[in-house]
């Protein structure tokens, strides 16, 4: 019954079948490669907001490179690690991160460099701030840095893609996206090769600041997108199995609609007595 599967045509589309199948299960791995990494990046980030913070020097490796130089990225499982370190805030080179969205405001990120006693210096988002009166770009007024050494605890964040060109706007640098390498060039110190997201501070931060919120992946997006493509790869196969048997039972002969019947051939009923 099944022989015509050898026919040209028919090892053709099984051909075809097999790929589209095979590149469906290799989305679907793909895909689940991305539901891994998404799933143990929010593990690290809820393990950073409970554990206890460690010294600068177990999460980053500092830089040794001249002013204007960045250090080693961390690695990814130091990346959310919450850290302690102590240090100067330099206010003459604070960064403005525009265009960013807290409590569905647009406004800035302040970015201000927290210099070691070393000479080297950690990147600090202090938090969001709104912008002046005017608009979401109109330069706002950032609060004073303490002076004096300063104690903060943070989690270490991984430099931002995309960061594009530093400009600078009345004499304040700004950025759209925290580019740790790009910004290091505009810096007089070598920089460690992350920045800290502040989550607190000896002297207080001041009270306009606004925690920057750390948003989880969405992960049950890739694994949806995991079982789409492996049901996609079943159906590809079930569906060559379907139209070869229902091409077999054709070419068999059965399965055919019964003749229809021929009314006028039948006796005519007698009437009853």
Avoid: C
Wanted: glycine share 10%; proline share 9%.
């Amino acid at each position: 019954m099944y022989r015509f599967l050898l026919s040209p045509r028919w090892l053709g589309a099984l051909a075809l079948t097999l790929v589209a199948a095979a590149v469906m299960v290799f989305l679907g791995n793909w895909q689940l490669d991305r539901y891994r990494g998404r799933t143990e990046v929010n593990e690290r980030i809820d393990a950073g907001q409970r554990m206890a913070p460690t010294p600068l020097a177990d999460a980053l490796r500092a830089p040794t490179g001249g002013a204007g130089t960045a250090g080693p990225a961390p690695a990814d499982d130091k990346v959310w690690t919450r850290i302690t370190v102590t240090g100067r805030y330099d206010p003459t080179n604070t960064v403005l991160v525009r265009g960013r969205t807290v409590d569905s405001r647009v406004g800035f990120e302040v970015l201000t460099p927290l210099v070691l006693a070393d000479g080297t210096a950690l990147l600090v988002d202090r938090g969001w701030i709104p912008p002046a009166p005017g608009g979401a770009t109109a330069l706002p007024s950032v609060p004073a840095a303490p002076p004096g050494d300063v104690t903060v605890v943070g989690r270490v964040h991984e430099t931002e893609s995309g960061a594009g060109a530093v400009a600078r706007r009345d004499g304040v640098l700004e950025i759209r996206r925290i580019g740790v390498s790009r910004l290091a060039g505009e810096l007089p110190y070598p920089v460690y090769g992350a920045y800290l997201l502040l989550d607190e501070q000896t002297p207080a931060a001041d009270p306009l600041f606004k925690a920057v919120p750390v948003g989880h992946a969405n992960n049950w997006q890739n694994f949806g997108y995991v079982v789409q493509w492996w049901l996609f790869a079943v159906m590809s196969l079930f569906g060559y199995g379907w139209v070869a048997r229902r091409e077999a039972r054709r070419a068999a002969g059965l399965g055919k609609p019964a003749a229809p019947l021929d009314r006028a051939a039948e006796p005519a009923p007698t009437a009853s007595a």
